[in-house]
Nanobody, 123 residues
Framework: QVQLVESGGGLVQTGGSLRLSCVAS????????MGWFRQAPGKEREFVAA????????LYADSVKGRFTISRDNAKNTAYLQMMTLKPEDTAVYYC????????????????WGQGTQVTVSS
């Protein structure tokens, strides 16, 4: 069992930045791939970024490529999502998730999920 807690969300103006954190507890975090997803009102949850257990492989949705950076610190059992140049369309609840195998964009392949943190970008 892995418990995940996201933090760092908030209200920011267009063009601003935020850094989300996801702290894991339970089983060894360093052996899990980790992903960030988001869900806007009335929309399906969508992939944002993912990182392999070692950090050597990163994946990004086209909509955030070049603006968001995913990273992790296994010593702190924490993953991060640095978000730059935020746009109103980035407004959503952001979730972190982990899986015991390779990083993937497919949300159905993640085993554990956090409760989410709200990100609101005002225009």
């Amino acid at each position: 069992q892995v418990q995940l807690v996201e933090s760092g969300g908030g209200l920011v103006q267009t063009g601003g930045s935020l850094r989300l954190s996801c702290v894991a507890s339970g089983r060894t975090f360093s052996t899990y791939a980790m992903g960030w997803f988001r869900q806007a009102p009335g929309k399906e949850r969508e992939f944002v970024a993912a990182i392999s257990w070692s950090g050597g492989i990163t994946l990004y949705a086209d909509s955030v490529k070049g603006r968001f950076t995913i990273s992790r610190d296994n010593a702190k059992n924490t993953a991060y999502l640095q978000m730059m140049t935020l746009k109103p369309e980035d407004t959503a609840v952001y979730y972190c998730a982990v899986r015991a195998q390779t990083a993937t964009m497919r949300k159905n392949e993640y085993d554990y999920w956090g409760q989410g943190t709200q990100v609101t970008v005002s225009s």
